[in-house]
T-cell receptor
Framework: DGGITQSPKYLFRKEGQNVTLSCEQN?????MYWYRQDPGQGLRLIYY???????QKGDIAEGYSVSREKKESFPLTVTSAQKNPTAFYLC??????????????FGAGTRLSVL | AQSVTQLDSHVSVSEGTPVLLRCNYS??????LFWYVQHPNKGLQLLLK??????LVKGINGFEAEFKKSETSFHLTKPSAHMSDAAEYFC????????????FGTGTRLQVTL
């Protein structure tokens, strides 16, 4: 069953704690993305990666870190420097190249709350 | 810079009546345009896409959208709403040559009443 798996579905962070959100895909896509969604706003890009061992900052990268050691995995760490981490986090992936037409496929999301 | 504006934050229709969700985009180049749907606490699902082929695009679940370059619009329509259409809808733009970068509208919440 092909797709994008995000875990956990719900996550709670204590003050000063780093937490890591998992994103795994078996679509053989080269590119992967992390978005943050807040109520009444569209999705905002945190980080993206177009190839293994390489990634770029998106529009709101401060307080977040990522790694891309394997093609199928793109974990996101929300660090203690992120002062307002409560949000719904979405991971996506896409093929690369003109034929991909920039279509991104999304996971089911992780809802992060602060204790 | 690319941007997209969804003109209504909330739309309410009766079941069986037409749906119209409005979207305008800013464009310096030829855009790719998408509509995604999100049900509560779920990820986003692609409804349809425009990538410079036919201007009238048909998607899943009976939705369609028309690309109008003169009006810089890409409105989403459906002839007859169903209760299962109740969700959040996002209009999204990207540009050929800026692979990977999507810009999302703020979303329109569609409510369907009996």
């Amino acid at each position: 069953d092909g797709g994008i798996t995000q875990s956990p579905k719900y996550l709670f962070r204590k003050e000063g704690q780093n937490v890591t959100l998992s994103c795994e895909q078996n679509l053989n896509h080269d590119a992967m993305y992390w978005y943050r969604q807040d109520p009444g706003q569209g999705l905002r890009l945190i980080y993206y990666s177009q190839i293994v061992n390489d990634f770029q900052k998106g529009d709101i990268a401060e307080g977040y870190s990522v790694s891309r050691e394997k093609k199928e995995s793109f974990p996101l760490t929300v660090t203690s420097a992120q002062k307002n981490p409560t949000a719904f986090y979405l991971c996506a992936s896409s093929m690369q190249g003109r034929l991909a037409k920039n279509i991104q496929y999304f996971g089911a999301g992780t809802r992060l709350s602060v204790l | 810079a690319q941007s997209v504006t969804q003109l209504d934050s909330h739309v309410s229709v009766s079941e069986g009546t037409p749906v119209l969700l409005r979207c305008n985009y800013s464009s310096s180049y030829s855009p790719s345009l998408f509509w995604y749907v999100q049900h509560p606490n779920k990820g986003l699902q692609l409804l349809l896409k425009y990538t410079s082929a036919a201007t009238l695009v048909k998607g899943i679940n009976g939705f369609e959208a028309e690309f109008k370059k003169s009006e810089t619009s890409f409105h989403l329509t459906k002839p007859s709403a169903h209760m299962s259409d109740a969700a959040e809808y996002f209009c999204v733009v990207s540009y050929t040559g800026t692979a990977s970068k999507l810009t999302f509208g703020t979303g329109t919440r569609l409510q369907v009443t009996l």
